[in-house]
């Protein structure tokens, strides 16, 4: 966590599989989705709820780095696209595709897939007032200074306090 993220907000596998099927409930009825594309590698885990909850059969990747330290988001890099063949399904530019990742932080990696899948329905577990704008459906908001953890970064360990200092 740097010194511009100061709040943390752990997220439990219990409370990340709620979210996950929230998200479920909230997409249900709003599309006829061929495909979903998981933004790699956050997206990857809700991306097979969701999927398993809508019955989508098709899952493709955006591989897309941009955590690189897990402290800094550095630059945008594309590991790998969309396969064109899920891009051209149905009118093409992604409007049978259901993008899904994890969270959307400063927004410039779903600008960056946006920019591959115009037509596409954008949808994270968790928003960010900087990328919120970006996606069309989500869970939870988070102010801009929280570091979320997510599950598969975390151990069981003692947790300190929110307020420092006081006495017990």
């Not at 410039?108 to 996606?135: D, F, I, N, Q, S």
């Not at 102010?143 to 953890?149: F, M, N, P």
């Amino acid at each position: 966590m740097n010194e511009a993220q100061q709040k943390a907000f752990p997220v439990s596998w219990d409370q990340f599989h709620r979210d996950a099927r929230a998200l479920t409930w909230r997409l249900s009825g709003h599309g006829d989705w061929k495909a979903i594309v998981c933004v790699t590698r956050g997206g990857l885990v809700p991306a097979a709820i969701v999927a398993r909850e809508l019955g989508i059969r098709l899952i493709e990747t955006v591989c897309v780095a941009s955590y690189h330290n897990y402290a800094d988001q550095g630059e945008l890099k594309v590991i790998k696209k969309v396969a064109q063949d899920v891009v051209d399904l149905a009118e093409g530019e992604g409007s049978a595709i259901l993008v899904i990742d994890d969270l959307v932080d400063t927004g410039k990696t779903a600008r960056l897939v946006r920019e591959m899948l115009p037509k596409a329905h954008y949808a994270t577990l968790y928003a960010k007032p900087l990328g919120r704008p970006l996606v069309d459906t989500f869970i939870t908001e988070v102010s801009q200074d929280t570091w979320i953890y997510f599950p598969w970064d975390m151990g069981l360990a003692f947790q300190p306090p929110i307020v420092q200092g006081t006495a017990g």
